[in-house]
């Protein structure tokens, strides 16, 4: 007797499966990476805080921290050179 013979596809057995039992998992954990990223980036890109305002604010107060400094040396040199 001989063994069973199996179908074959470039020399390895085919089970026959359906093809939705054989890749369910990899179509439900893809699509819901997928989904899960879009609407990741949909509520980082509506955010309602805007980046611009804070970068604007963030050079207006360091604009405003190098005027007391340049009015800080200003300061100190007035009172270096009243000294000599």
Do not use: C
């Amino acid at each position: 007797m001989s063994a069973a013979s199996y179908p074959r596809l470039f020399g390895m057995k085919v089970y026959k499966t359906s093809f939705l039992k054989l890749y369910l998992p990899f179509i439900l954990s893809g699509s819901t990476v997928y989904f899960g990223v879009a609407s990741i980036h949909t509520a980082l890109t509506n955010a309602p805080d805007d980046k611009w305002v804070n970068i604007v604010n963030i050079v207006e107060a360091a604009t405003k921290n190098q005027v007391l400094k340049n009015e800080a040396t200003d300061y100190l040199k007035s009172l270096e050179s009243a000294k000599n």
